[in-house]
C-alpha cells in the first residue's frame, strides 16, 4: 500500500508540473552577448574558464580566468565565491562553460549565467 501512495505522489508531481524534490533548485540560464555586454562585469562574479594560454591571446575585461579543464581547479576557486550570488561564465565558444555551470550547480550555486556564445562571438562584435 505505501509503494501505491509513493506511486500516486509522484505521478501527480510530474502531473502538475510540481517539483518533486527541490523547491530552490539551482538555475543554469543560457545567455546572450546583448545580456553580458549590459553588466557591470568589474562587480559580478565572472569566470572565464578556458585555459591560461586562450586568456592571455584575449578576454572580456573583468573576468578572472579559472581553467576549468585543469583537475579540481574550478572546485577550488569556486569555494571562494559566494554560492548564493549569481555566477557569469564563458569559455571559446560554449561547450566547457556549460561543463562547469553542471558543476557549480552541484556545488549549491543558485543562479548560473552561462554565455554561449563565449569569446569567440564577443571578439567578432564592434559595438
Not at 562587480?43 to 578556458?50: A, K, P
Not at 579543464?69 to 561564465?89: H, I, R, T, W
Amino acid at each position: 500500500m505505501h509503494i501505491q501512495k509513493l506511486f500516486f505522489l509522484l505521478v501527480s508531481c510530474i502531473c502538475l508540473n510540481v517539483p518533486f524534490v527541490y523547491s530552490q533548485e539551482s538555475v543554469i540560464e543560457v545567455v546572450s552577448y546583448e545580456v553580458i555586454k549590459n553588466k557591470d562585469l568589474q562587480n559580478i562574479q565572472f569566470l572565464d574558464v578556458r585555459t591560461e594560454t586562450e586568456y592571455q591571446q584575449g578576454y572580456i575585461t573583468g573576468a578572472v580566468n579559472v581553467d576549468a579543464l585543469q583537475a579540481g581547479k574550478l572546485e577550488a576557486y569556486a569555494e571562494k565565491l559566494n554560492p548564493s550570488k549569481p555566477v557569469y561564465l564563458y569559455c571559446h565558444s560554449g561547450g566547457r562553460s556549460h561543463n562547469a555551470a553542471l558543476r557549480l550547480k552541484k556545488m549549491g550555486f543558485k543562479k548560473i549565467y552561462d554565455y554561449s556564445g563565449g569569446f569567440s562571438d564577443w571578439s567578432q562584435r564592434k559595438d
